[in-house]
């Protein structure tokens, strides 16, 4: 699955939680100078923002499906590598990298399985490969809060929460299947803090991902009475906490 949205749109919608998370996963995965690291399912750049602030852009290559993330991360860090294609053929030789990272990309991969493979596959013995995902089926991703609103007006919603590595060990799970051995599994944590009703609503509203699709997929009149719901139910300040879970494992 790939965005076909506007950077900005998605810097709205998810930038908050995914530039804090970018961070940590970072620590998590040991990425530090000298290193050789690829952002796998970069978007419009969050992780590879952090990567570059670690490592310099010569040493950073980043790839995603999605031709508007691509030529806006292209414009933004011309001395980095960054690429139009899928984490399931990546385009790279055997090796090629100390470090290959996939945040919050494992479960919109077409094939989670082969998307890891590959992962492995270029990063070299002793290497890393590390990959995040929002806890969408334990309820502690950036979404759940919107999803239980929706759900009192619409109880057949689809949450999401059967994405691939959703839960507690499937993404440890996913790792074993593609042949790497996992050598850590944590739970990141942050959170956001909406000072508005608006600040926490309008990001769902651009047609983001699959909250925002089903927003925008409403008709006006079910739109605006999900959006009177939320606001009856939620007193800003809207503090959201969102957990990630992170894998790591040695080539």
Same mark, same amino acid.
């Given at each position: 699955?790939?965005?076909?949205?506007?950077?900005?749109?998605?810097?709205?919608?998810?930038? !908050?939680?995914?530039?804090?998370? /970018? @961070? $940590?996963?970072? &620590?998590? +995965? =040991?990425?530090?100078?000298?290193?050789?690291?690829?952002?796998?399912?970069?978007?419009?750049?969050?992780?590879?923002?952090?990567?570059?602030?670690?490592?310099?852009?010569?040493?950073?290559?980043?790839?995603?499906?999605?031709?508007?993330?691509?030529?806006?991360?292209?414009?933004?860090?011309?001395?980095?590598?960054?690429?139009?294609?899928?984490?399931?053929?990546?385009?790279?030789?055997?090796?090629?990298?100390?470090?290959?990272?996939?945040?919050?990309?494992?479960?919109?991969?077409?094939?989670?399985?082969?998307?890891?493979?590959?992962?492995?596959?270029?990063? !070299?013995?002793?290497?890393?490969? /590390? @990959? $995040?995902?929002? &806890?969408? +089926? =334990?309820?502690?991703?950036?979404?759940?809060?919107?999803?239980?609103?929706?759900?009192?007006?619409?109880?057949?919603?689809?949450?999401?929460?059967?994405?691939?590595?959703?839960?507690?060990?499937?993404?440890?799970?996913?790792?074993?299947?593609?042949?790497?051995?996992?050598?850590?599994?944590?739970?990141?944590?942050?959170?956001?803090?909406?000072?508005?009703?608006?600040?926490?609503?309008?990001?769902?509203?651009?047609?983001?991902?699959?909250?925002?699709?089903?927003?925008?997929?409403?008709t006006d009149e079910r739109r605006a009475a999900l959006r009177e719901h939320a606001r009856r139910t939620l007193t800003?300040?809207?503090?959201?906490?969102?957990?990630?879970?992170?894998?790591?494992?040695?080539?």
């Amino acid at each position: 699955m790939y965005f076909d949205v506007s950077p900005d749109a998605y810097a709205r919608f998810m930038g !908050r939680y995914s530039e804090q998370l /970018a @961070a $940590a996963f970072a &620590d998590l +995965a =040991g990425v530090g100078p000298g290193q050789q690291a690829l952002d796998v399912g970069c978007g419009p750049g969050a992780l590879t923002a952090e990567l570059i602030r670690r490592l310099g852009p010569e040493a950073v290559t980043a790839i995603d499906p999605s031709e508007s993330f691509v030529a806006a991360d292209q414009a933004r860090w011309p001395e980095a590598d960054v690429r139009l294609g899928a984490a399931e053929e990546l385009p790279f030789t055997d090796g090629a990298f100390d470090v290959a990272l996939a945040q919050l990309v494992v479960h919109f991969m077409a094939d989670p399985v082969a998307g890891l493979r590959e992962m492995g596959r270029v990063t !070299r013995p002793g290497g890393t490969v /590390a @990959a $995040a995902v929002w &806890d969408h +089926a =334990g309820g502690r991703g950036p979404l759940t809060l919107f999803w239980e609103v929706a759900r009192v007006l619409d109880p057949a919603v689809d949450d999401g929460s059967w994405r691939a590595g959703g839960a507690e060990g499937e993404l440890a799970k996913l790792f074993t299947q593609a042949g790497l051995a996992v050598a850590d599994e944590a739970a990141l944590t942050v959170s956001v803090r909406n000072a508005t009703f608006e600040d926490w609503w309008d990001p769902f509203t651009l047609g983001v991902g699959p909250a925002g699709t089903y927003v925008t997929s409403l008709t006006d009149e079910r739109r605006a009475a999900l959006r009177e719901h939320a606001r009856r139910t939620l007193t800003p300040p809207i503090e959201v906490s969102a957990t990630a879970w992170a894998v790591t494992a040695r080539r």
